[in-house]
């Protein structure tokens, strides 16, 4: 029974790595089966960096903001990531459930048609 599941996680590994998808929020690739998965936010703006001349009136406090808006952006994307990681585990567990019924079905019916033409 262990083979099936490796096996099962394997092809499930597989399939997820020569297309690409859309998780819960951001979104997961992996361009070709040799190359790292990437992700990327969908929800989350990063925030633009302040500008600086000879005219700027608060340097210390633009950069305060600035920092302000950063940590947002950095807590966003690290919620929308564990949102994203949370489902795609949900969903993998129900994949893998899914396909070792399925097998077992078939080798039940197998097992059934063997011992009817006894």
Do not use: H
């Not at 949102?83 to 097992?111: C, G, H, P, Y």
Request: aromatic fraction near 8%.
């Amino acid at each position: 029974m262990m083979r099936s599941y490796i096996s099962t996680f394997s092809i499930l590994i597989g399939l997820v790595a020569i297309s690409p998808g859309t998780a819960t929020a951001g979104e997961i690739l992996k361009t070709s089966p040799g190359a790292d998965f990437t992700w990327s936010s969908t929800t989350c703006f990063k925030p633009r960096t302040p500008t600086f001349n000879s005219q700027t009136q608060n340097p210390a406090g633009l950069m305060s903001q600035y920092t302000v808006k950063v940590d947002a952006y950095l807590a966003c994307m690290k919620k929308e990531a564990q949102d994203d990681f949370d489902r795609a585990q949900f969903e993998m567990q129900q994949a893998i459930e899914r396909e070792l019924e399925k097998t077992v079905t078939q080798i039940n019916e197998d097992v059934k048609r063997a011992a009817s033409k006894r």
